[in-house]
């Protein structure tokens, strides 16, 4: 199941939706709502499923900046972790809406990689600008799973 553009910008819709529901979720019902909904949007979203996820968070450090198993994205999502103190909650940080803007994207048979920026506005209408990589690769019911999440801030020269 050769994996497309379509199937990439999907993925990415899906991906930031989800920031948005886990920080909606956090407003109306706490943090074990946020963690329920964070878990899911997992689920749905990365593969963990089919082993590790190369994922470089925007905001980790020293012995805990890759997070390859879902509790370590997790914790990076939701804060609010003792295996993981220095999280605050990446998607627990007001999310109203995501764009994204493409810089690059190569696709190779159920392979497929993104390479731009996300924008994510909060409910005070501060964008937050993040370069991001995204690889993905398409498991056996033919859904493209993140497999790669690279993220960082732009360079201030």
């Known amino acids: 199941m050769p994996i497309t553009s379509e199937d990439m910008k999907a993925a990415l819709e899906a991906w930031g939706a989800g920031k948005v529901a886990i ?6 019902g706490g943090i074990e709502a946020a963690r329920k909904t964070a878990e899911a949007h997992i689920d749905a979203v990365y593969g963990y499923n089919m ?9 980790a450090s020293g012995d805990q900046t890759f997070r390859p198993t879902k509790d370590g994205a997790l ?14 909650g ?4 007001g999310w109203r809406s995501m764009e994204t803007v493409t810089s690059a994207e190569f696709t190779e048979g159920d392979v497929g990689m993104w390479m731009g920026w996300v924008k994510l506005t909060n409910k005070d209408g501060s964008v937050t600008t993040v370069d991001k990589s995204f690889g993905y690769k398409k ?3 033919g859904v493209a799973r993140v497999v790669l999440h690279h993220s960082s801030l732009p360079y201030q020269p």
Do not use: N, R
């Open 51 to 59: 082993g590790p996820v190369l994922f470089k968070p925007t905001m």
């Open 139 to 141: 498991d056996a019911e």
């Open 23 to 28: 920080s909606k979720a956090f407003e109306d």
């Open 90 to 93: 990446f998607a627990i940080m």
């Open 75 to 88: 914790a990076y999502f939701v804060g609010h972790s003792d295996e993981y103190p220095l999280d605050a």
